[in-house]
Every structure is written in C-alpha cells, then in structure tokens.
C-alpha cells in the first residue's frame, strides 16, 4: 500500500483513495497556501545545431591533441 492509491482516514488506518486527479501538474500545488503551478525555471534545452557543433568541436580538438601528441613522439 502506498500513499499514492491510499489516504489516511483520519484515525490513524488507510483508506483507498477515490479522486485521483488526471493531471499530475494539480498535485504540484501547495494545498495551505494555494501557490501557483511550479515551473522547473532549470530546463531550458539547448538547440540541436548548437549541441552538434559542441560535439564536433570536442571530436575535432581530440584528435588534434592525439594528433599532436603521436607528432611530437610524446606517447611512444
């Protein structure tokens, strides 16, 4: 049993719970004070083409320094 399909009755048991809401964004409020819906401020999804330029960007400074390194005979 858990607090998510059952509630407390009120004399210490549990008892199943009828309303379950439909959307999960209802439960996020704040039953005492009322608060408004909380966003998550931290996402923020970065851009496809930027995300790929990071990657080739990283692909093409390692093998630059593999490239340097196996040159200059420092990894023999």
Do not use: C, I
Not at 19 to 40: E, F, I, K
């Amino acid at each position: 049993m858990t607090l998510q399909l059952h509630q407390p009755d009120g004399e210490g048991g549990l008892a199943p719970r009828t309303d379950t809401p439909r959307d999960w964004r209802t439960q996020l409020r704040s039953p005492r004070w009322h608060v408004a819906r909380l966003a998550n401020r931290e996402m923020n999804p970065t851009r496809t083409p930027v995300s790929v330029l990071f990657w080739l960007a990283l692909g093409a400074l390692t093998f630059a320094l593999l490239m340097a390194g196996y040159g200059s005979g420092f990894w023999k």
